[in-house]
Antibody, heavy 122, light 109 residues
Framework: QVQLVESGGGVAHPGRSLRLSCAASGFTFTNYPINWVRQSPGKGLEWVAVISYDGSQEFYADSVKGRFTISRDNFKSMVYLQMNSLRAEDTAVYYCARGLTPHDSSTPFDYWGQGTLVTVSS | EIVLTQSPATLSLSPGERATLSCRAS??????LAWYQQKPGQAPRLLIYDASKRATGIPARFSGSGSGTDFTLTISNLESEDFAFYYC???????????FGPGTKVDIK
């Protein structure tokens, strides 16, 4: 069965960095785009970034552009989110989520991980 | 930037009743709209995509309709497990970009 498992969350000081990982299994990883979506405590959902199935294209929300970088390793079935220059407003549960349609980065998200909590605080 | 608004913010209903949730876009998004269900402590679950297509494994009591700027999620016969938050999401085809509505909470009356 399709599984996505996030890791790497924790507490970071403002201005510092953190790297999240998403381990995928149960499907042909190299065919699907992967997204990161976050949810601040008690708040709604915010899309963060998507990486194309082959890793050749990345797209970001304006709120993280220039600070966050999404990448993938298709040999290891892993996706990463490098978060630099962290701010208090980046505090959230971060989910990785698979795009519904193979090879289409603009597609909704059909499988989600359980999330990993990032807290940015001094 | 396309903004999504959802109404009502909270919907209080009893099991067996019909739920009608609304999502409105600030400009036309054709049928590029999805609906998700989220329960406390869980990840969202895709219910409907492209405005009216049910995702795999979603019961037939969930249906979506609409196009352009006005969309509706209908749950025809509420079951106990349907009490949750519901979010709509629009997608911009190119470049890829997604925004979510603020959500509707469906709770037990």
């Amino acid at each position: 069965q399709v599984q996505l498992v996030e890791s790497g969350g924790g507490v970071a000081h403002p201005g510092r960095s953190l790297r999240l990982s998403c381990a995928a299994s149960g499907f042909t990883f190299t065919n699907y785009p992967i997204n990161w979506v976050r949810q601040s405590p008690g708040k709604g959902l915010e899309w963060v970034a998507v990486i194309s199935y082959d890793g050749s294209q990345e797209f970001y929300a304006d709120s993280v552009k220039g600070r966050f970088t999404i990448s993938r390793d298709n040999f290891k079935s892993m996706v990463y989110l490098q978060m630099n220059s962290l701010r208090a407003e980046d505090t959230a549960v971060y989910y990785c989520a698979r795009g519904l349609t193979p090879h289409d980065s603009s597609t909704p998200f059909d499988y989600w991980g359980q999330g990993t909590l990032v807290t940015v605080s001094s | 930037e396309i903004v999504l608004t959802q109404s009502p913010a909270t919907l209080s209903l009893s099991p067996g009743e019909r739920a009608t949730l609304s999502c409105r876009a600030s400009q036309s998004i054709r049928t590029y709209l999805a609906w998700y269900q989220q329960k406390p402590g869980q990840a969202p679950r895709l219910l409907i995509y492209d405005a009216s297509k049910r995702a795999t494994g979603i019961p037939a009591r969930f249906s979506g309709s609409g196009s352009g700027t006005d969309f509706t999620l209908t749950i025809s016969n509420l079951e106990s497990e349907d009490f949750a938050f519901y979010y709509c999401q629009q997608r911009n085809y190119w470049p890829p970009n997604f925004t979510f509505g603020p959500g509707t909470k469906v709770d037990i009356k």
